[in-house]
Structures are given as structure tokens and as C-alpha cells.
């Protein structure tokens, strides 16, 4: 059963607000970061909000890490979805629910955004509803949890 969430972010998400505005949008992680815990905090679900990294290694040591403490893990992979075999080898591990964010609509971008590594292996996926992604991956977690919570 899950209790708590990882938010992990990959590569450039760290400049969320000032990065592409027209695709990204201009709230910064930081701030995405407080909504996710208001939201979390609503559904009676614990938040670890990772953060971010621009090294592929970190990412996968802290999906082993959400691994061994049993949260579900919200992911944003950035343009790892795309190139990275090892993040998908990684939250396959999980024993909770993984859901994949984008905040740009990837299937309406350039072809190489298209096909995900990571879309193989997570439970859902959530993309181009800007800052909500994370915010409606946050409440698919709580669902999932509610429903096996359910008698
Ligand atoms: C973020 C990135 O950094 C890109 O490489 C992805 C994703 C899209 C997003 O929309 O959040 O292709």
C-alpha cells in the first residue's frame, strides 16, 4: 500500500520558469514543488519532492531509494524518456506506481519525443497540462492508493 510519493525530476527541469516559457510555462520548479506537497498533504499522502538532476546516475539511485522506502514514484524524465534504457530498468523495480509526467504535450512535439523507455514501464502517463501534470499525477497515486485501501 502506498503512504508516500517521490517527485524526481531529470535534466534542465531546474530552469523551469525561465526555460521555453511558451512550451514550459513560467512556474518554476520550486513552485511546482509547493503544490505537489499542498496537494499531497490533501490526499493524507507524504511527499518526498526529490527534486532535480542533470546526472543520469542520481536520478536512478534515487528511484532505487523510493524503491527501498515503498513510495510511488511521480517522474518527470525530461529528455531521458526518450534515451534511457537504465531509468526505465530502474522504476521497473518499483513495487508501487509509477507515473510518468511531461509538462509539454510530447506528441505534439518533434517525432524523438515521441517514444518514451520509461511510458514501457510506468502505470500511467500524464503530458501537456503544463504544471498540473504533476499535480493530477499526485492525485492518480491517491486514487490507486484509495482503491487499494478499499475493503
Ligand atoms: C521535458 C523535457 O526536458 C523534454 O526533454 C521532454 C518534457 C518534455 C516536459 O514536457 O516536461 O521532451
Same mark, same amino acid.
Given at each position: 500500500m502506498v503512504s508516500s510519493i517521490v517527485v524526481l525530476n531529470g535534466p /534542465? #527541469?531546474? #530552469? #523551469?520558469?525561465?526555460?521555453e516559457p511558451e512550451v514550459y510555462g513560467s512556474t518554476t520548479l520550486q513552485e511546482i514543488e509547493v503544490m505537489c506537497r499542498e496537494r499531497a498533504a490533501g490526499h493524507g499522502l507524504q511527499l518526498n519532492f526529490f527534486r532535480q538532476t542533470n546526472h543520469e546516475g542520481f536520478l536512478i539511485d534515487w528511484i532505487h531509494e523510493a524503491r527501498s522506502i515503498g513510495a510511488a514514484v511521480v517522474i518527470n524524465p525530461g529528455s531521458w524518456a526518450t534515451t534511457s534504457v537504465a531509468i526505465a530498468d530502474a522504476l521497473k523495480l518499483s513495487e508501487q506506481p509509477v507515473i510518468e509526467v511531461h509538462i509539454s504535450n510530447i506528441h505534439s512535439?518533434?517525432?524523438?519525443? $515521441?517514444? /518514451? $523507455?520509461?511510458s514501457r514501464v510506468a502505470k500511467g502517463v500524464i503530458a501537456g497540462l503544463g504544471f498540473r501534470s504533476y499535480l493530477y499525477a499526485i492525485d492518480a497515486v491517491a486514487d490507486i492508493h484509495a482503491i487499494t485501501r478499499a475493503p
Open positions: /534542465s #527541469l531546474n #530552469l #523551469l520558469g525561465s526555460r512535439r518533434e517525432p524523438f519525443r $515521441h517514444a /518514451s $523507455h520509461v
